[in-house]
Antibody, heavy 120, light 107 residues
Framework: QVQLVQAGAEVKKPGASVKVYCKAS????????INWVRQAPGQGPEWMGW????????GYAQKFQGRVTMTWNTSISSVSMELSSLKFEDTAVYYC?????????????WGQGTLVTVSS | DIQMTQSPSSLSASVGDTVTITCRAS??????LHWYQQKPGKAPNLLIY???NLHSGVPSRFSGSGSGTDFTLTISSLQPEDFATYYC?????????FGQGTRVEFK
């Protein structure tokens, strides 16, 4: 059973970067993908990209290309998502979520989310 | 990108009602379609995967159907805990995309 744990909240200024962490545990998680999905206040979820902890391969949504970096840290069994050049509209809850690489089984489980607030 | 369009955006229903939510993809996605329930302040929870398969632990009053471009989520005998927002999501290709959501409210 895969488990994903995230820390609470971050406040950043426009133009800064934020790094959000997701600690993974359980059987087999390393073989498949950890995705990042964000949700702005009152909006639907938005997929940002994925990383495979075993291969370190990544894939990013075009919208975030050049601004997002996802990394797997084996020593702490955690994936990080760094988003740079923050804008007010990047204010959102950022979730890490597991998925089977084939895409057959949807997103499950989800981390509890990290609120990132961009404010001057 | 594949656009996912849900209808309706919101609906009002009573306990015991049967509720149907539809999701249309802008191109064929086979059965790479999943449904989620989200309650305020919580992460989405997977209900149905691959269009019609009930996720472990999800009550049998939830069901899904469809393939290609048109999909349906049905909730039979709506319970108080089912008042929430529901999203569809495609995993046919990247970027993975979600519908805009359907809010199920108490009538």
């Amino acid at each position: 059973q895969v488990q994903l744990v995230q820390a609470g909240a971050e406040v950043k200024k426009p133009g800064a970067s934020v790094k959000v962490y997701c600690k993974a545990s359980g059987s087999s998680f390393i073989s498949h993908d950890i995705n990042w999905v964000r949700q702005a206040p009152g909006q639907g979820p938005e997929w940002m990209g994925w990383i495979n902890p075993q291969s370190h391969n990544t894939g990013y949504a075009q919208k975030f290309q050049g601004r997002v970096t996802m990394t797997w840290n084996t020593s702490i069994s955690s994936v990080s998502m760094e988003l740079s050049s923050l804008k007010f509209e990047d204010t959102a809850v950022y979730y890490c979520v597991y998925s089977i690489s084939s895409g057959d089984y949807g997103f499950d489980p989800w981390g509890q989310g990290t609120l990132v607030t961009v404010s001057s | 990108d594949i656009q996912m369009t849900q209808s309706p955006s919101s609906l009002s229903a009573s306990v015991g009602d049967t509720v149907t939510i539809t999701c249309r993809a802008s191109e064929s996605i086979s059965t790479y379609l999943h449904w989620y329930q989200q309650k305020p302040g919580k992460a989405p929870n997977l209900l149905i995967y691959a269009a019609s398969n009930l996720h472990s632990g999800v009550p049998s009053r939830f069901s899904g159907s469809g393939s290609g471009t048109d999909f349906t989520l049905t909730i039979s005998s709506l319970q108080p805990e089912d008042f929430a927002t529901y999203y569809c999501q495609q995993s046919y290709n990247t970027p993975r995309t979600f519908g805009q959501g359907t809010r199920v409210e108490f009538k």
